[in-house]
């Protein structure tokens, strides 16, 4: 299985800023490396599947806040990545919609197997503070 490096992880955060610009302040850099790369290992360890992983990727990124800006995007952009070279499809769409299911991944509103279901089905239900 291929897995994102710390570096391409930084990349895709400075990709994710010039791409998708939210705020003026959007500013790339890590706060800390630390927690990126313990998202790494942690999906790297972990015993599940490749959607098992992605979670892992995606929620773990989602919630360490590592970057100053930009976090939802760049996990987002390196779930995708995972997906993509471990030749899985992934049934999100690219919906600027979809930042209110990552607010909900950071909140925790989600199970893991909530989240494992939208990255195959493109469906989960609404989230709701």
């Not at 599947?49 to 390196?78: E, P």
């Not at 197997?113 to 195959?120: A, D, G, S, T, V």
């Amino acid at each position: 299985m291929k897995y994102p490096s710390f570096d391409k992880i930084v990349e895709l955060n400075v990709l994710a800023l010039n791409l998708i610009k939210v705020k003026n302040k959007d500013a790339a850099k890590v706060l800390s490396s630390s927690k990126i790369l313990a998202v790494i290992n942690e999906c790297k360890n972990f015993e599940g599947a490749v959607y098992d992983k992605a979670v892992i990727l995606l929620k773990g990124l989602v919630v360490a806040h590592a970057f100053a800006s930009g976090n939802r995007r760049t996990a987002f952009l390196s779930m995708k990545l995972f997906l993509k070279e471990n030749n899985t499809k992934l049934s999100v769409t690219d919906d600027p919609l979809n930042a209110v299911v990552l607010r909900g991944i950071r909140e925790n509103y989600y199970s893991d197997n909530e989240i494992k279901e939208w990255l195959k089905n493109g469906k989960i239900r609404q989230f709701k503070r």
